[in-house]
């Protein structure tokens, strides 16, 4: 199971820290990812990561400000996100990957090869 939290209400140019705790067979998910969804819009790819955290993908939409990494110790997956802009809002999920992993970016950013979901975190940008 996964669980995300840290979402909320802030002002363009802001920043926020979502969580995503992870339960279950945790040492199975190879990648973590966080993917957002608008209303009206289909889920898009937003950062993903492998295990060990040394290969990370970003959207072109978020490169350079939003930053994703993991605390296995933890069993938990962070998105850092900074200087927020209005179209950044939507519903955050994070989704969990098994398998061996890749060096492949296309191994990481479709949704549909994901296999289990949180419940998503709505994030709000006011302009």
């Known amino acids: 199971q996964l669980q995300a939290s840290g979402g909320g209400l802030v002002q363009a140019g802001g920043s926020l820290r979502l969580s995503c705790a992870a339960s279950?067979?945790?040492?199975?998910?190879?990648?973590m990812g966080w993917f957002r969804q608008a209303p009206g819009k289909e889920r898009e790819f937003v950062a993903a990561l492998n295990w060990s955290g040394t290969s990370t993908y970003y959207a072109d939409s978020v490169k350079g400000r939003f930053t994703i990494s993991r605390d296995n110790a933890k069993n938990s997956v962070y998105l850092q996100m900074n200087s927020l802009k209005p179209e950044d809002t939507a519903a955050y999920y994070c989704?969990?990957?098994?398998?061996?992993?890749?060096?492949?970016?296309?191994?990481?950013?479709?949704?549909?090869?994901?296999?289990?979901w949180g419940q998503g975190t709505q994030v709000t940008v006011s302009s």
């Open positions: 279950g067979r945790t040492d199975s998910y190879y990648v």
């Open positions: 989704a969990a990957r098994t398998g061996r992993g890749s060096y492949s970016r296309s191994y990481y950013v479709n949704a549909k090869d994901y296999d289990y």
